[in-house]
């Protein structure tokens, strides 16, 4: 299968760990997005790169959060010091230069006790 | 971006026609109509997309009014697999007519297809 992986696709945690999700792209997309979605609601679009340049962070990712994609290729989100309301699928998608489309993941779902 | 409104839910019989609505009446001149759905447990996929004039591929038919102000989502013959929730989003396009950055997701319409 040569779509978008996410691991791993299920994280229990404690309140006040941290956490590491990683994404691998598809292989010749540049772009990589990763959004979060909880229960009821559509996914929120967290930060944005381009090759390894992030370009775009939402106010939603608090100071708790980061975001690296080193080498262009894969990426991880860390969270920090998790709270209960971090409770959430995390996805991330990915698309190609001058393609329109996002291909995304199948989500991590992060549960935080 | 502008805002969009799409019924909370829909259903429809399996082989008939479904058409699901969506509302931007703020939209503006550069800004594309995308549509995703997501099935239960899975991430989204992208359906289908439009400036203008109308559109069909393989999974639907999109067909945008002469304003622009809204447009309806056709899956022609629906099966038990289309049951998912669909999004409408309305996203600018970039330099070159193409569209990348984030995707701001609604709450969607919940279809469900009936046997």
């Known amino acids: 299968d040569t779509g978008v992986s996410q691991n791993p696709r299920h994280k229990i945690t404690k309140r006040g760990q941290n956490v590491t999700f990683r994404c691998d792209p598809i292989s010749e997309h540049n772009r990589l997005y990763w959004y979060r979605q909880t229960l009821g609601q559509g996914p929120e679009f967290l930060t944005y790169f381009q090759n390894e340049a992030q370009l775009e962070k939402s106010r939603l990712l608090s100071d708790r959060f980061s975001a690296e994609r080193p080498k262009g290729s894969f990426s991880t989100l860390e969270i920090q010091r998790t709270e209960q309301g971090d409770s959430a699928m995390y996805l991330c998608?990915?698309?190609?230069?001058?393609?329109?489309?996002?291909?995304f993941g199948p989500g991590t779902r992060l549960t935080v006790l | 971006d502008a805002k969009t409104t799409q019924p909370t839910s829909m259903d429809c019989a399996e082989g008939r026609a479904a058409n699901l609505p969506c509302n931007h009446s703020?939209?503006?001149?550069?800004?594309?109509v995308y549509w995703y759905r997501q099935i239960h447990s899975q991430g989204p996929q992208y359906i289908i997309h439009?400036?203008?004039n109308n559109e069909t591929n393989e999974m639907a038919s999109l067909i945008i009014t002469e304003d622009r102000k809204s447009s309806t989502l056709i899956l022609p013959h629906a099966t038990l697999r289309d049951t998912a929730v669909y999004y409408c989003i309305v996203r600018p396009a970039n330099a070159g007519g193409t569209s990348y950055g984030k995707l701001t997701f609604g709450q969607g319409t919940i279809l469900t297809v009936h046997p």
């Open positions: 703020t939209i503006s001149g550069n800004e594309y």
């Open positions: 439009g400036l203008k």
């Open positions: 998608a990915s698309s190609s230069q001058g393609n329109n489309e996002q291909f």
